[in-house]
C-alpha cells in the first residue's frame, strides 16, 4: 500500500475537536490554559533543541505501547527492533519486561521514576500540560535529567507544542506522525477494555478511549498508517 505524504493533524483541525471534547467531560479551558503556562515557565524553551534532534532523520516506522492490561502479554509475543514510544504508564511495563523506549509521552500520571528513569538513559520526554496535572507539573517536571519538550491541548504558548492529541496514547501517534512517522503500530492498545486505575471510572476512561480512535482515524485519513503491532510480521 502506498503511503501519501500529507501533513500530520493541524492545530486549527485539533481545535474544533478540543473544543468538543472540553464540552463532553466539562474540562475547565482555563484551568488547562493555567497548566500550560506554568509548565513554559519551567521549562523555558528548552524543548525547542530535542525536538529539532528528534525531527532530523526521525524514523518513518514506530511502534507506540499503551497502558493497557494486554501490553505485556503483546511486547512478549513481538520481536522488537524499532522505534519504542511509550505512552505514560507503559513506560514502567516495559522496565519490568526488560525493554527501554526511546521516547515518553505522559500526563504523570504514572510511575514517573520509571519515566525518568528512560530519560535519564536518553529517551526524549514529552510532558503534557492540562488542567488536572499542575501539582504533578510542579513536582516533577524538574526532575528530568535529559531531553524534555512540553505539550498542551489548548493553544500553545512560547516553548510548548500542540501538535494534537488526547489520551497519551493517541497524542504519541499524533507527535510522531508530526516528526516524520508514516507508519503507527500499536501495541497495549484496547479500545473496549479500559485498564483499571484507582479512583478512575471505566466509564469515563471508555469515552476517552472513543475519542483516541477517533483522533487516530484522522490520522489514518490523512495517510499514516496505523495498525495493530501483532498483525505486522516484522518489526524492523
Known amino acids: 500500500m502506498h503511503l501519501q505524504e500529507r501533513d500530520p493533524l493541524e492545530l486549527e483541525e485539533w481545535l474544533p475537536l478540543y473544543n468538543r471534547i472540553c464540552d463532553e467531560f ?10 500550560a503556562n506554568k509548565l513554559a515557565s519551567i521549562l523555558a524553551g528548552s524543548g525547542a533543541s530535542p525536538l529539532a534532534r528528534l525531527r532530523d532523520g526521525f524514523p518513518k516506522r514506530v511502534l507506540v505501547c499503551g497502558g493497557g492490561e494486554n501490553l505485556a502479554d503483546e511486547i512478549s509475543s513481538l520481536r522488537i527492533d524499532v522505534f519504542v514510544v511509550a505512552a505514560d504508564s507503559a513506560a ?8 527501554d523506549a526511546q521516547m515518553v ?3 504523570l500520571d504514572g510511575v514517573v521514576e520509571d519515566q525518568i528513569d528512560m530519560n535519564r ?11 488536572d496535572n499542575k501539582d504533578a507539573i510542579e513536582e516533577y517536571a524538574r526532575r528530568f535529567p535529559g531531553p524534555l519538550v512540553g505539550t498542551c491541548q489548548c493553544a500553545p504558548p512560547p516553548g510548548l507544542v500542540n501538535f494534537g492529541g488526547f489520551t497519551d496514547g493517541d497524542r ?49 485519513r490523512r495517510g499514516i498508517r496505523i495498525g495493530p503491532a501483532l498483525e505486522s510480521a516484522d518489526l524492523r
Open 26 to 35: 466539562g474540562f475547565d479551558k482555563q484551568a488547562d490554559i493555567d497548566a
Open 105 to 107: 509521552v505522559t500526563d
Open 172 to 220: 504519541a501517534a499524533c507527535i510522531c506522525s508530526e516528526l516524520g512517522a508514516r507508519e503507527v503500530l500499536l501495541a497495549g492498545f484496547d479500545f473496549e477494555r479500559p485498564s483499571e486505575k484507582a479512583g478512575r471510572s471505566k466509564d469515563v476512561k471508555r469515552r476517552k478511549l472513543a475519542w483516541a480512535k477517533i483522533i487516530l482515524d484522522s490520522l489514518s
Open 121 to 131: 538513559r536518553g529517551a526524549t520526554v514529552f510532558v503534557h500540560a492540562h488542567g
Open 92 to 99: 514502567s511495563v516495559l522496565v519490568d519486561s526488560g525493554l
